[in-house]
């Protein structure tokens, strides 16, 4: 929260958890206040070292006659700032943005390779959109890891048989890597009306022809979120399709994004992601649709409580399921029945999300361990609103 007085002085405070990232400078002729570090270095020409942040719980204190103070006005209580800030909405740009988006892409190649068999001579690999190019980066250097590994192995094994040809056939093996499909920056979808829009939706991107051998490759794009999947749905899937792939592989950077947001980012409905979405009709597969109505009196019955003493039934809707069921059920949902490739979707774990970002912990959207009571109640409104077929915001 920022304010400006009628009298001169401003402020910025900052909420306990430190949830919303904030960044100030400040020199002999400016204070100057920032949601991200890296928009001030570039403005203002300067180094990371350079850009405080705000603390947990302070308020930064410009007086009229320009002196800056920090202060503390609340207790500061366990940082849970937002990870999925870092992930989306940051700009890469910044200095540790940048090693985590990479280190996320990293973080998810075993899961990758396991998914490919392994297959690495008939897999080619791409990032869509451009926003993910960073986690590619980081895609691509773990599996230079992994092949520099099987290539040691390969050249250890060979000992006394080592001829001039098997050696360049081990060392000359590298990952495949494409560049897929293209943003066409002159068409705008959002200025079409609906009944035309997923047609041009479909055309927003073109395609690299060539690059995947048909029927034979595998191909994987990374994607750095995956929240409701209608891009993917509308357009992307049937995009790659054209090229003919064995495979699709789509590859979320983010873990599965099951619980709304109330603390500045506008995702406040249940409809809207794709995971529960599959959650519930994997209860409906499974004849256990009493669990929905079950969580939902649970969410009826503390309506009107104090938000302390109100607990998040709704993880109650994704705990028959492991991850993996999930996911499977995701690709199920958003496969078009003229894909004529098999869809796969991983996403990568919260444990290598907190490994990737281990200064920035707040996972809500992953987990539904909000860091304030009011959490819990968004949530829980959330899904009655969803039960009840109401199309609206939470809070």
């Known amino acids: 929260m920022a304010g400006l007085l009628g009298h001169g002085d401003a402020f910025?405070?900052?909420?306990p958890?430190?949830?919303r990232p904030v960044s100030w400078y400040e020199d002999d002729e400016i204070a100057v206040v920032a949601s991200e570090r890296a928009v001030l270095q570039t403005a203002f020409n300067l180094r990371e070292e350079q850009v405080q942040e705000l603390k947990p719980g302070h308020a930064l204190i410009i007086k009229k006659n320009g002196a800056v103070s920090e202060k503390e006005i609340n207790t500061p209580l366990e940082r849970k700032s937002c990870s999925f800030e870092r992930i989306y909405f940051s700009r890469g740009s910044d200095f540790d943005i940048y090693k985590e988006r990479k280190q996320l892409g990293k973080n998810i190649v075993p899961q990758v390779l396991e998914t490919i068999k392994y297959d690495l001579t008939n897999s080619v690999f791409s990032f869509i959109p451009n926003t993910a190019e960073v986690s590619f980066y980081g895609l691509i250097k773990g599996l230079e890891d992994h092949l520099n590994?099987?290539?040691?192995?390969a050249i250890l094994e060979l000992g006394d048989k080592m001829t001039p040809e098997k050696l360049q056939e081990i060392i000359y093996r590298r990952a495949r890597i494409e560049k897929i499909a293209i943003k066409d920056a002159k068409l705008r979808t959002f200025i079409t009306q609906d009944?035309?829009?997923d047609d041009l939706v479909a055309h927003v991107y073109?395609?690299?022809?060539?690059?995947v051998v048909r029927g034979?490759?595998?191909l994987v794009v990374i994607d750095d979120s995956i929240v409701r999947g209608t891009t993917l749905k509308q357009s992307i899937l049937r995009i790659l399709d054209r090229l003919d792939p064995k495979k699709i592989v789509v590859v979320s950077s983010a873990p599965q994004i099951r619980f709304p947001d109330c603390y500045g980012i506008d995702m406040a409905k249940m409809g809207d992601f794709i995971a529960f979405e599959a959650a519930i009709a994997m209860l409906k597969d499974r004849g256990m649709e009493q669990l929905i109505d079950d969580v939902y009196k649970k969410c009826v019955d503390q309506k009107d409580m104090p938000k302390e003493q109100i607990r998040n039934y709704v993880k109650e809707i994704y705990k028959p399921f492991t991850n993996d069921?999930?996911?499977k059920k995701i690709a199920e949902l958003l496969k078009p029945k003229s894909v004529k490739a098999e869809v796969e979707i991983i996403y990568q774990t919260v444990e290598n999300?907190?490994?990737a970002c281990p200064e920035n912990l707040g996972d809500w959207y992953f987990t539904g361990d909000y860091p304030t009571p009011g959490g819990n109640k968004v949530v829980n409104k959330a899904f009655i609103n969803w039960k009840e077929g109401k199309n609206e915001r939470a809070y």
Do not use: A, C, F, P
């Not at 910025?12 to 909420?15: A, H, N, S, T």
């Open 206 to 211: 073109d395609i690299t022809y060539g690059s």
């Open 12 to 15: 910025v405070l900052r909420d």
């Open 325 to 327: 069921e999930v996911s």
């Open 17 to 19: 958890n430190g949830i």
């Open 353 to 355: 999300l907190h490994q």
């Open 216 to 218: 034979k490759d595998n």
């Open 195 to 197: 009944d035309s829009r």
């Open 149 to 153: 590994d099987e290539k040691y192995k």
